[in-house]
């Protein structure tokens, strides 16, 4: 797989990530697009100078202590799109079917495969290859870097419902470093 990343704890995670039993796929793939998911509202919004606001927003009970509520921030800003928000909420539900549900242990599970089969960003952006091809003589504009950098995939095949799971953390965990690494009047 593809990923954006500049710090060392995610290259870890995303290194070992790949090669993880389903339940611990499913439980633990959507931690990272949770953590950048506060990173780009974080990047978007003022903390006090304690930093204590941030602390309360975001902590366990507060405001917004759950990826759900996080999630639906991060549209209602316009970090993500409609399908970006549909695809993240799909992705929790199945970390909570890997969560609460003692047969949920494959992506192969009924339940688990159906919520897959809804993903609908592996369709929107099918994986181009690990390379992003070579740019135009004129340059690129930020919004075809965006297209490369969505279709930059290891994974040329997403055939089976972990891959299309696995396939959308990538996506989404793109959508969000993009999010965080720019400008917010580029946005």
Do not use: C
Request: net charge negative; glycine share 6%; hydrophobic share 45%.
């Amino acid at each position: 797989m593809s990923w954006l990343t500049r710090d060392p704890h995610e290259e870890r995670f995303l290194g070992a990530l790949a090669s993880q039993p389903d339940r611990v796929v499913g439980l633990s793939a959507p931690i990272l697009i949770d953590r950048r998911l506060v990173l780009a509202i974080q990047a978007r919004w003022t903390d006090t100078e304690d930093g204590k606001l941030f602390d309360e927003l975001f902590r366990d009970g507060g405001a917004l202590g759950s990826p759900k509520t996080r999630a639906q921030v991060a549209f209602a800003i316009g970090l993500i799109d409609e399908p970006a928000l549909k695809d993240l909420l799909t992705v929790l539900k199945i970390r909570n079917a890997f969560a609460h549900l003692l047969e949920a242990d494959s992506f192969e599970e009924q339940r688990i495969a159906a919520l897959a089969g809804n993903l609908a960003l592996p369709d929107l952006y099918p994986a181009a290859g690990p390379g992003l091809g070579a740019p135009p003589a004129e340059g690129v504009s930020p919004e075809d870097l965006r297209q490369r950098l969505l279709r930059a995939s290891a994974m040329v095949v997403i055939a089976g419902p972990r891959a299309r799971f696995l396939r959308t953390t990538e996506i989404l965990t793109t959508m969000l470093w993009l999010a965080f690494n720019r400008p917010a009047q580029e946005t």
